[in-house]
């Protein structure tokens, strides 16, 4: 580390046109990147997959998303059998197919099907399949063209409200969707200039914010050459933006604190970096990798889009720490002093910590049985989490979309209208299959549409429609009759639509995810014994990192799975499940940055208890050093992310709050209560390192001798 910080700081030309070239190209062509991310979830071997990949292909619909659905409740005294109002029904939907040509559409007035009526035939509906249009945002743009077909429609008097779980899920039809990536990351990155300027209090607040800005827009370059070679999705540039804002902060936070320290004991300048960056770099290093380690474990994972995610998420880190490492250096070696003005004294801070350590270490007992209480209580609650996807009825409060969900409900038709099953088949064989699919158990009605639009090159679309929402554990067991009647009847027909398509999805990423955890466990931990050179802080940094994780999880269930929270905060009803991708994703923020806070508190442990030989010295001056580090990275996250829920979706609003949540969560209870307890207690173990594994990961072996006491603190 000496050697490269001296190379650094002897061509500092070289290393900072290096990095602004880069910056600058990055930033020119980060909106190229951002298109050429893939929306597409492919589930190679899975049914629903290929169902809905030889529809988009033959029909030119996406089976993948959820149907528009336009309802209409006649008023009293009259029904779809009244005079003229079939024809004003065919009226509206062929309206829509004009505007939309080679979308599908079905409804009452084109199929006479009772299964789009409510029993008192007052409350109506049909079908919008949108044509696949290209772009990130073509649900969002179809809806428009469907909403503005709609303006001002109406049948026998009646305005026709259009709904559906994309109209629903973009805050009832009428708004875009909330704040995009690039918005978040901006708001989430004046938040962190408050809390910066509150911990540097002088203009060194911008050197975090500088190496972020940096950063991003490099691996936003990289990214765009990745996906020259493999397809990488578009959830990826949430990484990077929100991943690579925190750790870009949380690094140049570390250095930059230890180059201060340095510098108020008496060390000239240019030893001070040198000084930070023997230590604090060195724990930039191993945090990094190890982040980036836990990242690309999700390529184990046999989704394509997950292991996108994982070539693609391991960028972030790799490119921070490289700043960090070698730029930030040069900028504290130079303007370090002049930045670091008008500069107030934040020793009061460091001794708010160190007497917490103080606390916590005479109280250790006391405090690690209320942190484990407190996350072992939330874990478990966790064991209850239901993966799927929001129930309709909470994914708007108000809105055309609301309205006509409402409409359905009370009419007895029920939200299963917006979940209906596609199979596609063999045109000869439709209408039988059709005809033994009505006596399935759960399935409201069945509809074979001839026409073009759904009989097409041999083939036709038949759709079931639920009685309940099909992304429900009621709805799983009727898709799993459906499927077993079609596959009786018919060995090429497959059954896709969007709910099959979550259960298969749930199923590819879930099965193998135990797979995942271990393999990162046991990385992490490898890594982790050879930066601490123990075995015993390893294994604990992994079990709280999993504990954590799992705690947020369950507070997740709590607020918004069972709705002591959403309702009380937001008026929303409980979700019922939680969407099927959002723990993964939460995992692979939430461990990553954990890890950052574990390895910058344990390093620093691991430095004092080197001086000292007091685990209990070690503990309080680590916690007292390195608290403020915490505690103000996590609160600029917490105000990153709970900048989510801002939005009008409920989606973004759960995953705001488990990720703010849990960040907080994390912070306080693991870091600040559990983390110094623990450590306290395990005393000289901590430190233990046998012979073997000391000779395999290349340190020196670190035995505990009983007989031989530890240099109890000042």
């Not at 936070?253 to 180059?259: I, P």
């Not at 799927?388 to 009370?410: F, M, N, S, Y």
């Not at 079931?464 to 554990?473: E, G, M, Q, T």
Request: with cysteine; glycine share 10%; proline share 5%.
């Amino acid at each position: 580390m000496t050697a490269m910080t001296l190379w650094t700081l002897s061509h500092k030309r070289i290393v900072v046109g290096f990095w602004l070239i880069l910056a600058v190209a990055g930033a020119a062509f980060s909106s190229s990147a951002i298109n050429a991310l893939s929306p597409s979830v492919s589930l190679p071997g899975k049914e629903s997959y290929q169902a809905n990949l030889a529809i988009l292909r033959t029909y030119g619909t996406d089976s993948t998303n959820p149907p528009f659905v336009p309802v209409v409740t006649l008023p009293a005294g009259t029904t779809v059998h009244s005079p003229g109002v079939r024809a004003q029904l065919s009226a509206v939907f062929d309206r829509i197919a004009a505007r939309m040509p080679g979308s599908r559409v079905v409804s009452y007035a084109s199929t006479l099907n009772p299964a789009f009526v409510s029993w008192d035939a007052r409350t109506t509906f049909g079908l919008v399949y949108p044509v696949e249009s290209p772009g990130l945002n073509a649900p969002t743009v179809a809806l428009h063209q469907v909403n503005a077909t709609l303006k001002g429609a109406t049948v026998a008097g009646a305005p026709v409200h259009l709904t559906g779980l994309d109209a629903l899920a973009t805050g009832g039809g009428s708004g875009d969707g909330g704040p995009n990536v690039l918005a978040l990351a901006l708001i989430g990155g004046v938040l962190a200039l408050l809390v910066l300027i509150f911990v540097f209090r002088s203009f060194m607040a911008l050197v975090p914010l500088l190496m972020a800005i940096v950063a991003i827009p490099i691996t936003f370059l990289l990214l765009w050459g990745l996906t020259a070679i493999t397809e990488v999705s578009v959830f990826v540039q949430f990484l990077v933006a929100l991943i690579g804002l925190g750790v870009a902060i949380d690094y140049s936070l570390l250095v930059v604190l230890r180059w201060r320290e340095e510098r108020t004991a008496g060390v000239p300048n240019e030893a001070a970096v040198i000084r930070a960056m023997e230590t604090a770099g060195r724990s930039v290093i191993f945090s990094g990798t190890t982040v980036a380690i836990g990242l690309l474990a999700l390529v184990t994972l046999p989704v394509p889009f997950l292991r996108s995610m994982g070539f693609g998420g391991a960028l972030i880190p790799l490119v921070t720490v490289s700043v960090a490492i070698t730029l930030l250096p040069v900028l504290l070696a130079t303007v370090g002093p002049r930045v670091d003005w008008p500069r107030v004294s934040g020793s009061g801070t460091a001794r708010w910590w160190t007497a917490w350590a103080c606390l916590v270490v005479r109280r250790r007992w006391m405090a690690a049985l209320a942190g484990v209480v407190i996350l072992g209580a939330l874990a478990a609650t966790a064991t209850t989490i239901v993966l799927g996807q929001t129930r309709a009825d909470a994914l708007a409060k108000t809105g055309d979309a609301h309205t006509g969900l409402v409409a359905l409900e009370r009419s007895g038709i029920g939200p299963g209208a917006l979940t209906p099953f596609e199979i596609v088949i063999a045109q000869a064989d439709s209408a039988g299959l059709a005809t033994r699919l009505e006596g399935v158990a759960g399935v409201r009605g069945v509809v074979a549409p001839a026409g073009s639009a759904w009989q097409k090159a041999g083939t036709a679309i038949v759709d079931v429609l639920p009685a309940v929402d099909a992304n429900s554990s009621a709805g799983h067991q009727i898709l799993n009759r459906v499927r077993q009647v079609t596959h009786s009847g018919s060995g090429d027909a497959r059954v896709g639509g969007p709910s099959a398509y979550l259960f298969d999805s749930i199923d590819a990423v879930y099965g193998n995810f135990p797979l995942m955890l271990t393999l990162i466990a046991l990385i992490t931990f490898v890594l982790l014994a050879r930066a601490f050179r123990s075995l015993l802080l390893p294994l604990k940094a992994v079990l709280l990192n999993m504990l954590s994780v799992g705690a947020a999880y369950g507070l997740t269930v709590l607020i918004w799975q069972d709705g002591y929270g959403s309702q009380a905060i937001w008026g929303i009803k409980p979700t019922g499940a939680i969407t099927f991708f959002l723990p993964l994703i939460a995992f692979a923020f939430l461990f990553g940055l954990s890890m950052d806070y574990e390895v910058f508190i344990l390093s620093r442990m691991r430095e004092e208890y080197d001086l000292t030989r007091s685990t209990n010295a070690a503990v309080i001056q680590g916690i007292g050093q390195t608290g403020r580090i915490v505690t103000s990275g996590a609160l600029f996250l917490f105000f990153a992310f709970i900048a989510l829920p801002a939005g009008p979706q409920t989606d973004s609003k759960v995953a705001g709050t488990t990720l703010a949540a849990g960040i907080l969560l994390d912070a306080t209870v693991v870091r600040m209560l559990l983390v110094p307890a623990l450590v306290s207690l395990f005393g000289r173990w901590n430190w233990w390192m046998p012979h073997l594994p000391a000779r395999i990961l290349r340190v020196e072996p670190s035995r505990v001798t009983a007989n031989v006491p530890e240099v109890k603190a000042a």
